[in-house]
């Protein structure tokens, strides 16, 4: 299966649809990763304790440091560096590149036969406007073969009741735990804020069950999620 993942930042892969993706890649499937932004806002709102380093970093400094620790996710994986699609729009910009981002993912997603994207209703400007490329590239395309795969980080917005039953529940065990905790390991940049580090080590120790949610085409517009 030809799989398509719109990521905002570079980390949002671990904390969206990395328990999946691990089986995902176990399974064979042909993967390719969509980093929206360049994550350049990372330490923009100051309302954290952050490493000394950090008051010496230019915003295009944070973003090459993100930028490449999204490469080296990619390299963790195993998936082939051609099939990471960088799309380097300023992090934080929302709906300023909404239009710009549909016309340039529209020939990357072509023959997807699952599109991974963050919930609707989003808290998150970057996380709602990636869904908003993300749907509407594939209504520009008409993909109504594609399965439409739905994360819905915690900390931005949870899946509604009324797709239940679209809605499904994977246990993460202690190997993967280990996985994922190897994996966050790559993102420094995150481990240079004091509290928000402390809070995503947390969430990857202790929360040991993710929610999925699967629609189709015709669901589009149907679900607060979706």
């Known amino acids: 299966m030809k799989i398509y993942i719109f990521e905002p930042h570079p980390d949002d892969l671990l904390f969206g649809p990395g328990p999946i993706l691990l089986d995902w890649i176990n399974e064979g499937h042909e993967i390719h990763v969509i980093t929206i932004t360049d994550g350049r806002a990372c330490y923009r709102s100051g309302q954290d304790i952050y490493s000394d380093d950090v008051a010496g970093m230019t915003e295009d400094d944070v973003a090459e440091m993100r930028i490449n620790e999204a490469k080296q996710a990619i390299e963790f994986l195993g998936i082939p560096q051609n099939h990471h699609h960088l799309l380097r729009f300023h992090d934080a910009d929302g709906q300023k590149y ?15 036969e699952r599109l991974v994207f963050p919930s609707d209703n989003n808290s998150h400007v970057d996380h709602q406007a990636t869904h908003d490329i993300a749907v509407n590239a ?32 994977i246990k993460i065990g202690e190997e993967k735990a280990k996985q994922l905790m190897e994996w966050y390991q790559i993102y420094k940049s995150q481990q240079k804020i004091k509290f928000t580090n402390k809070m995503y080590l947390s969430f990857l120790r202790n929360v040991r069950e993710r929610t999925y949610a699967i629609f189709n085409y015709d669901d589009i517009g149907k679900y607060k999620n979706f």
């Open 138 to 169: 594939a209504k520009a395309l008409k993909l109504k073969d594609a399965e439409y795969f739905i994360y819905a980080i915690p900390s931005y917005v949870r899946f509604s009741e009324d797709s239940i039953k679209k809605q499904f529940n």
């Open 98 to 112: 909404v239009p710009e981002a549909i016309e340039k993912v529209k020939p990357l997603i072509k023959d997807a």
